[in-house]
């Protein structure tokens, strides 16, 4: 699954299936015009939105359900977020990656649990920690019997209502969990709180973000993609129009094709 450069793209949370068929549709085309691995991603529940009343999706059965319809429509492979133990199983019934989100790297049961099904993990940096303490996350995967692990890197806390990416933390991260490491490049550019105390954003720093971790060397891309960001429920500032995407894509795909002539 992440044995070379990929890209995870999807909307953030779960939406009606032609929504959810519209990008995944799309998806599938980029991964054949690029040549490239794509896994579809989307969330059947957002269970750490920063207020009671944000819209959180269709919860776990509902969203297994779309998520297969996704799956069987494009052929594309599938990753959702878990949130607790008890879901892992249920999920890895459906889809291909399970990914623990940032606010629960730590979560020793949840990290076990996502290694015990036996499918891919992606775990999700902590805003907080420093690369090398995802080493520990990834342990607690590879202990519970996971062997296809990856990290995300999407950004580091500065100060109560901004996000910041030190690129040597690629290296330092990869260095330290000897997993592939993913960027995330819609996340990074979240601005916590920011928004009516919801998390805010500025996309407009998705390409150089993208582009610049690409050259440090990342492995793969998670970006949030929707074809109209400002209508979604949820990360509506920070998901990069789904119109852009082929054309990044293509950019990082010729920064990529530029360094390996360089170093030949």
Partial sequence: MFDRFFLIAGPCVLENDALNLRIAEALA????????????????????????????????????????????ATGLPILTDIHEAGQAGPAAEVVDVLQIPAFLCRQTDLLVAAGATGKAVNVKKGQWMAPEDMAHAVGKVRDGGGREVAVTERGTFFGYGDLVVDMRGLVRMKEATGAPVVFDGTHSVQRPGQADGSSGGDRRFIPPLVQAAVAAGCDGLFLEVHPE??????????????????????RVLGIREAIREATR
């Fill in 229 to 250: 960001p400002a209508k979604a429920p949820s990360d509506a500032t920070n998901m990069l129009p789904l119109s852009e995407l082929p054309g990044l894509m293509k």
């Fill in 29 to 72: 085309g980029l991964h054949v015009d690029l040549g490239i691995p794509v896994v579809f991603k989307a969330s059947f529940d957002k269970a750490n939105r920063s207020k009671l009343g944000s819209p959180r999706g269709p919860g776990i059965a509902a969203g297994l359900e779309a998520l297969a319809r996704v799956r069987s």
